[in-house]
């Protein structure tokens, strides 16, 4: 292999590193992170999710973090480390799949929109499903343009165990693995990967089905699929429409007019790059979800700029959209490095509670802790029925019979074990946005517990 046939793929993954490595690094946090790398511990420690645990997604994601969690001592650096290989890997893929098909120029100035995205670096860099489910579905597209169908159907069948909502891409593939004759090939592989959901289902069908399908139907007055209003808001903050994710809106809406644009051309020449039609089944996908978020649509972001290059856009004008789209990206940047000590902690906040929790409690010891990110690198763990900070939301919703199967437990059942000092150490912080909150001031006064220490909002108690 010739030196400039190794040095291109190396300057992607460079270019791409120097992006999103700083952003991994300062990004504030999100509260679903702590219920991911917690999750993580569990797993790699033996604990089976559903069996033993709430866990609201499919299974695979902790089994894929949780090594690099037990090799690092469980960094949160290292966990969202892997997110950025997993999102730099995508891109890779991206580049080649561009190159393949429309040349050099075309699959570098890919790379930059991608890259560029506030969606990629705003979301992709964090402890998630979103990296590794990118790359999964990033990676059986380039197998499946290659004729790959039997490995193409195993990264979909993983991508399905880490985001149950990627089951609706599958259609999409089979349609061209129908036309190859290859479905049974595609199948097969999908089938062997979906093994591990299907243990789990087979151990646990009340709490797999709860965790997955069920806890989502409940959580908000909408449904499982419903509250069109609230999803006309986030396609309107997609679209640029909304003052909140400005930057963010603008560069979507962008690729969405270019994606859209090349699916009226295809349609014309009744032949839909394969690309063009996972990035309709996410989006469509990803709207189905009450509520649903933004962030979902990070996964559409490098189909829609395959779909986009369908249009054969000339030099001039892939350099010209390339720096347009990448401006309202440097603005967005702000947005995720702007740390808030209510909405969004800095990591640097989070590992001191970590260090001041590791310092104040006993190895091994069981802490009533309001979000499970607080105990990552500590020797410490959380309550078994509160492992997730959404617990209660999922308590308040079902019988107490079936909160004690489902690993999860109520609000006024955990005031009740502070005022009956129950736990040794309290880390108290309200991380939910819909009731029931954790409110435990009153709980905490009435168990006699003492404020040790206060770092933000955040505050650790012991019993006197």
């Known amino acids: 292999m010739s030196w400039r046939r190794l040095g291109e793929p190396f300057l992607v993954v460079i270019a791409q590193a120097a992006v999103l490595v700083p952003l991994a690094v300062w990004r504030f946090v999100d509260g679903d992170e702590g219920v991911y790398a917690y999750a993580s511990r569990l797993a790699v420690h033996g ?8 866990y609201e997604q499919a299974p695979l994601l902790p089994y894929v973090y949780g090594p690099i969690g037990a090799l690092t001592g469980e960094s949160w650096y290292a966990f969202r480390g892997l997110s950025v290989a997993f999102a730099v890997a995508a891109g890779l893929l991206l580049y080649r799949l561009a190159r393949s098909r429309h040349g050099r120029p075309a699959a570098f100035a890919a790379v930059v929109v991608y890259v560029g995205s506030g969606l990629v670096f705003g979301y992709l860099t964090i402890v998630k499903t979103f990296a590794l489910s990118t790359l999964l579905v990033v990676g059986a597209l380039a197998l499946a343009e290659g004729g790959r169908w039997l490995s193409a159907g195993a990264l979909l069948g993983f991508a399905v165990d880490t985001r149950l909502l990627l089951v609706a891409v599958v259609p999409v593939f089979a349609v061209p693995a129908l036309r190859a004759r290859r479905q049974w090939s595609l199948a097969a592989g999908i089938g062997a990967a979906l093994v591990p959901s299907v243990v789990l289902l087979a151990l646990q069908p009340g709490a797999f089905f709860f965790d ?12 499982l699929v419903g509250d069109t209003h609230q999803k006309a808001q986030v396609a309107a903050t997609l679209l640029g429409l909304e003052p909140t994710d400005r930057a963010l809106g603008i560069q979507f809406g962008v690729l969405v007019l270019a994606a859209a644009l090349a699916l009226l051309w295809s349609i014309r020449r009744r032949q839909m790059p394969l690309a063009l039609a996972v990035a309709l089944a996410l989006g469509l996908v990803s709207f189905l979800p009450t509520p649903s978020y933004v962030q979902y649509f990070s ?30 990206g440097i603005w967005g940047v702000r947005h995720f490095v702007a740390y808030d000590p209510v909405l969004r902690p800095s990591l640097a906040s989070i590992s001191d509670v970590s260090a001041r929790v590791n310092a104040t409690s006993l190895p091994g010891e069981r802490v009533l802790s ?5 105990l990552i690198g500590t020797h410490a763990w959380a309550l078994r029925d509160y492992t997730n900070q959404f617990a209660p939301v999922a308590a308040a919703k079902i019988s107490r019979s079936a909160a004690a199967s489902y690993h999860v437990v109520s609000e006024a059942a955990l005031e009740r ?9 309290v880390v108290d912080r309200n991380w939910v946005t819909a009731p029931p909150f954790a409110r435990w001031h009153g709980a905490l006064r009435a168990g006699r517990y003492r404020l040790v220490a206060r770092v933000q909002t955040a505050g650790m108690y012991t019993r006197r």
Do not use: C, Q, T
């Open 370 to 374: 309001s979000w499970p990110g607080y």
């Open 212 to 223: 997955n399908v069920r806890y989502h139907s409940l959580k908000s007055s909408g449904g």
């Open 47 to 54: 604990y089976v999710p559903y069996r033993d645990f709430f």
């Open 417 to 425: 074990r502070i005022r009956e000092r129950r736990v040794r150490v």
């Open 299 to 328: 996964l559409v972001v490098p189909f829609l700029i395959l779909g986009a290059l369908e249009l054969r856009p000339r030099l001039p004008i892939l350099v010209l959209f390339a720096a347009a789209y990448v401006l309202p």
